[in-house]
């Protein structure tokens, strides 16, 4: 049972344009979320969360919106530069924040050209 | 400071074998868990530890067990290997244990392919 989709394998962008990454979940339970990005032969960083309190985290070029009725959420880049080409992944912890364990999605590379 | 370490970086094992892989995590980083990652897939959740205890298992057979030691290094391994468990396994540290992924820093995995 997949609880957290990414259903675009990947995405192509010019440089300068905006990137829009989309997740969705089915745990509506679930009540925080991350995105990492992950670059080959390096382990996933850390971009952004959101609360579910919250609809929008912002954090320089990268926003974060949250539908929560949708359940739904997405990871916008403006404007997306040549570095920003990697795999991103969204992810929600299990239980809360309380828990350690991430339940990830499959993730959607993001190819952005110059 | 020194990053999460993972060893080896590669590994090539042929099938029924076993393998151990190992990870530091950063110094004074307490909690570790383990993730493997197979195309399609992402990234699915092994265990975590912390304080040498197991807190959290993930949906896998028990051919995939692992341990924490005193000063918080971590080891995973993999018995009667199978062509499936082909994949890159990640480890991540966090100061403390719970933290829903703030605080995460990921090594950068082990490639382990079983032929």
């Known amino acids: 049972d997949q609880q957290v989709k990414q259903n675009s394998p990947s995405l192509s962008v010019q440089e300068g344009r905006i990137s829009i990454l989309n997740c969705d979940y089915t745990?509506?339970?679930?009540?925080?979320f991350l995105w990492y990005k992950k670059y080959p032969a390096e382990g996933p960083t850390f971009l952004i969360s959101?609360?579910?309190?919250?609809d929008k985290n912002e954090d320089g070029r990268f926003t974060v919106f949250l539908n929560k009725s949708a359940k739904h959420l997405s990871l916008h880049i403006v404007p997306s530069q040549p570095g920003d080409s990697a795999v991103y992944f969204c992810?929600?912890?299990?239980?809360?924040?309380?828990?350690?364990?991430?339940?990830f999605g499959q993730g959607t590379i993001l190819t952005v050209h110059p | 400071k020194a990053g999460v370490t993972q060893t080896p970086r590669y590994l090539i094992k042929t099938r029924g074998q076993q393998v151990t892989l190992s990870c530091s995590p950063i110094?004074?980083?307490?909690?570790v868990s383990w993730y493997q990652q197979t195309p399609g897939q992402g990234l699915q959740f092994l265990f975590e530890?912390?304080?040498?205890?197991?807190?959290n298992k993930g949906n896998f057979p028990g051919r995939f067990s692992g341990r924490q030691f005193s000063n918080s290094r971590s080891e995973m391994n993999v018995s009667t290997l199978e062509l499936g468990d082909s994949a890159l396994y990640l480890c991540?540290?966090?100061?403390?244990?719970?933290?829903?992924?703030?605080?995460?820093?990921f090594g950068s995995g082990t490639r382990l392919t079983v032929v």
């Open positions: 745990n509506s339970m679930f009540d925080y």
């Open positions: 959101i609360s579910s309190i919250k």
């Open positions: 992810a929600a912890p299990t239980g809360g924040t309380s828990y350690g364990k991430l339940t």
């Open positions: 530890y912390f304080s040498e205890t197991q807190r």
């Open positions: 110094s004074g980083h307490r909690s």
């Open positions: 991540a540290s966090s100061p403390n244990p719970g933290q829903g992924g703030h605080g995460y820093t």
